[in-house]
């Protein structure tokens, strides 16, 4: 899964969670080999990134969110996400998306500068919103088949087609593709730290689910369906089924929230 900076990441991240949630409540867990032909490989690759997760990168990511204050995240991870918006810029003009990518070349131009490096998002205060688009999406829009779920070593989940599109991905995203080896090693692993904070507040629902690597199997792969579609997969059986509960389930927790800080007489900034 692409994680990009600001709120966009924590919503695709809790619609993710969502949607799997809801739909184990409405149908049974799609675990038959065809639905993932290449599980017998996937899942100890898995077992192995979890293991490196589980010694090195959460502990630190854990000790990033104990030390830094919420707002200074916030900042970092626009930061991040602005550096890395080349991407999308690129593969929006790729996918015919000629408005889109003109804008987001306003949005990118404006938080490089006006908002100091993306550390600030004066784009989305002027009316110029984040997307999200990558070389896997591309390749999509263009026809091809994303293929078989495939779990990659270290980089986590993925299809076929989106793992063929990391490296025009890695090429033209200033992050990875920094000149100086040594800025570019500092950008990386800070990038990835980022990244894994922002993943924590996932980390006990994918525990407590019955089996974790198919929870984020299919979280992965409704939210690749979400991208590739903007938003709008073709209606199924199941969707028709599925969007009451997904909606009920979101009033009640805004409803709750809502009531929360009618109670307090405060409202919490996220």
């Not at 799609?30 to 090195?56: H, M, Q, W, Y």
């Not at 369906?225 to 805004?254: C, H, K, M, Q, V």
Request: proline letters at 7%.
């Amino acid at each position: 899964m692409k994680i990009i900076g600001g709120n966009r990441a924590y919503s695709a991240i809790a619609i993710c969670i969502a949607l799997v949630q809801l739909s184990a409540c409405t149908r049974p867990p799609n675990n038959s080999p065809s639905a993932d032909p290449l599980e017998k490989i996937n899942r100890p690759i898995n077992s192995f990134n979890n293991g490196l997760d589980t010694v090195i990168i959460r502990p630190v990511a854990k000790g990033y969110s104990a030390v830094t204050p919420q707002g200074f995240r916030g900042k970092v991870s626009n930061f991040f996400g602005n550096l890395s918006y080349p991407v999308d810029i690129i593969n929006a003009f790729l996918q015919g998306k000629f408005e889109q990518g003109f804008q987001d070349t306003g949005r990118f131009a404006l938080n490089s500068t006006l908002g100091l490096a993306g550390f600030l998002d004066p784009a989305t205060l002027v009316g110029l919103p984040e997307h999200e688009e990558d070389f896997g999406q591309t390749f999509s829009v263009w026809g091809i088949p994303q293929g078989p779920y495939v779990v990659l070593p270290i980089l986590g989940p993925s299809t076929v087609t989106s793992a063929v599109g990391i490296w025009p991905n890695v090429q033209v995203n200033p992050i990875t593709a920094w000149p100086q080896s040594s800025v570019r090693a500092k950008l990386v692993i800070g990038w990835t730290i980022e990244t894994r904070e922002r993943l924590l507040a996932v980390d006990e629902a994918v525990r407590e689910s019955f089996d974790p690597y198919l929870f984020v199997r299919d979280a992965y792969l409704q939210n690749r369906r979400y991208l590739i579609f903007d938003g709008n997969p073709p209606s199924s059986s199941f969707d028709d089924e599925f969007d009451a509960a997904f909606d009920d389930a979101f009033e009640d927790e805004f409803d709750s929230e809502s009531n929360s800080e009618a109670d307090t007489g405060f409202d919490e900034e996220i």
